[in-house]
């Protein structure tokens, strides 16, 4: 299926125009029309064998469910669109034992949906076996005004991590230092694909690149201190 070129959506901006999908019990979904609540969006499809991916992923969710702030909510929309229809997501869900108003599996016309994804760089395309789907991963945050806050590829994301970007975006006390290691992460991921390295390459880079900036800005600040004192 050719896709139209769409923009990656960045942090502060909002998703462009309203995209319509069907959730798990087939009912109408439109992704402006929010209540006011915080969002956790991921990409998943019913049919992934692979256990560190997709099914990592909605395991995270069906952990982080019980714990989210007062109307935020869960959201993953499947990247199999023609397999993946309300009846298939509602026995997913049910699998994991998905509470529909907490969180949601979303479906829809498959271009539309497909399009959709690309927005956070989730690309598809056909694995070497019937059913199967080469994807990319991420998990998007969305505060109370439906405006991106963070972006993080992959999937070595922490369900802490993401429940304290939901508290953040829903206006109360967070973890720092969860939302902290959040940011590392998506760093890491940045420069390992910088670098042509693999995620698990990711995490280690993240940390060292990050302490060399602390101890460069130890260091100046060590410096200028050492200059006002003489």
């Given amino acids: 299926m050719l896709l139209p070129w769409v923009p990656t959506v960045q942090i502060g901006e909002r998703v462009p125009g309203n995209p319509r ?21 991921a990409f998943i499809y019913t049919r992934c064998a692979e256990t ?22 869960l959201i993953e929309v499947t990247i199999d669109p023609a397999h993946d229809t309300p009846p298939v997501l509602h026995l997913y869900a049910k699998n994991y034992g998905a509470d529909p108003t907490r969180w949601e599996m979303l479906t829809g016309d498959p ?7 690309k927005r956070f760089n989730i690309i598809v395309s056909p694995g ?3 059913g199967q789907l080469v994807h990319g991963e991420a998990i998007a945050v969305f505060d109370r005004n439906d405006r991106l806050v963070s972006l993080t590829e992959g999937n070595e994301w922490q ?42 390459w990711a995490r280690p880079i ?3 690149v990050s302490l060399g900036m602390l101890a ?4 100046t600040a060590f410096t200028l201190l050492r200059g006002l004192r003489r």
């Fill in 128 to 130: 070497r076996v019937p």
């Fill in 216 to 219: 460069l800005v130890a260091g």
């Fill in 159 to 200: 369900p802490d991590q993401v429940l304290a970007e939901l508290r953040d975006a829903s206006g109360e006390r967070s973890n720092p230092f969860a939302r902290l290691a959040l940011a590392f992460e998506n760093f890491g991921v940045a420069c390992g694909a910088a670098l042509g390295l693999g995620d698990a």
């Fill in 21 to 41: 999908f069907v959730d798990q019990d087939g009912r109408a979904f439109a992704w402006r029309d929010n209540d006011g609540g915080a969002r956790a969006l």
């Fill in 206 to 208: 993240a940390y060292i």
């Fill in 52 to 73: 560190t991916e997709c099914p990592a992923v909605s395991l995270k969710f069906e952990e982080m469910q019980a714990h989210l702030p007062p109307g935020a909510r």
């Fill in 111 to 117: 271009a539309a949906v497909l399009t959709f994804a």
